[in-house]
């Protein structure tokens, strides 16, 4: 199994360039999650989607959509990319219910210049 | 602001002693876990106590948790180089709405 897969593990944009990040599961879990890490800090959550066809906002949602296209694929869109959003983006599935673990893809590098 | 807040931010050790990390959260809780990840790369699950216990082990680990305090602590026993990782907590709401926030992390460093 897989597990979590990003794309693209790197990415340079420049300023108002938009650009999707890709992410599927393969472990039949239900909700699915974007965070974003900045260097030396936490993860932060920028969307979820606990179910097929629900997505709700995170803590930091502002200049990002996203689309939960099927039970396995979350997609996250920048559309108009900025420099404050230079970040490592990180994906993560878990199954049904609280108390689930979290399994997480490799990060996607993204430098807004 | 984010849900959890580890202390210390980062935990310099030599090999051998033990690490404690804190993390305190602000809303009620069902459960919380605790992860870590190495270098930049995904984070990997730890262990994982539930809002109605108190203490959790698993092999070199030991997770308390005071929901009085909203507080959780992660101590690793005998440390080891490969410790060295930033570990993060997080938690489920009760409100069960499936949004899953993490701590700020400690950053641990294990020297041998």
């Known amino acids: 199994n897989a597990g979590v897969t990003q794309t693209p593990k790197f990415q340079v944009l420049k300023t108002g360039q938009s650009m999707t990040l890709q992410c599927a599961q393969d472990?039949?879990?239900?909700?699915m999650y974007w965070y974003r890490q900045d260097p030396g800090m936490g993860l932060r959550l920028i969307y979820y989607?606990?179910?097929?066809?629900?997505?709700d906002k995170g803590e930091v949602p502002n200049g990002y959509n996203v689309s939960r296209l099927n039970k396995r694929e979350f997609s996250l869109r920048l559309e108009s990319a900025a420099p404050s959003q230079t970040s490592v983006y990180f994906c993560?599935?878990?199954?049904?219910?609280?108390?689930?673990?979290?399994?997480f893809g490799q990060g996607t590098r993204l430098t807004v210049v | 602001s984010q849900q959890g807040e580890e202390d210390p931010q980062a935990l310099s050790i030599q090999e051998g002693e033990n690490a404690t990390m804190n993390c305190s959260y602000k809303?009620?809780?069902?459960?919380l876990q605790w992860y870590r990840q190495n270098s930049g790369r995904g984070l990997v699950h730890l262990i994982l106590?539930?809002?109605?216990?108190r203490e959790k082990h698993s092999g070199r680990l030991r997770v308390t948790l005071d929901t009085s305090k909203k507080s959780s602590s992660l101590l690793i026993t005998a440390s080891r180089a490969a410790d060295t990782a930033s570990y993060f907590c997080?938690?489920?709401?009760?409100?069960?709405?499936?949004?899953?926030?993490f701590g700020t992390g400690t950053r641990l460093k294990v020297l041998a």
């Open positions: 993560a599935s878990r199954g049904q219910g609280a108390g689930t673990e979290a399994f």
């Open positions: 106590i539930r809002s109605n216990e």
């Open positions: 997080a938690t489920d709401e009760i409100s069960g709405t499936y949004k899953y926030i």
């Open positions: 989607s606990a179910s097929e066809g629900t997505t």
């Open positions: 809303t009620s809780i069902n459960n």
């Open positions: 472990m039949n879990h239900n909700s």
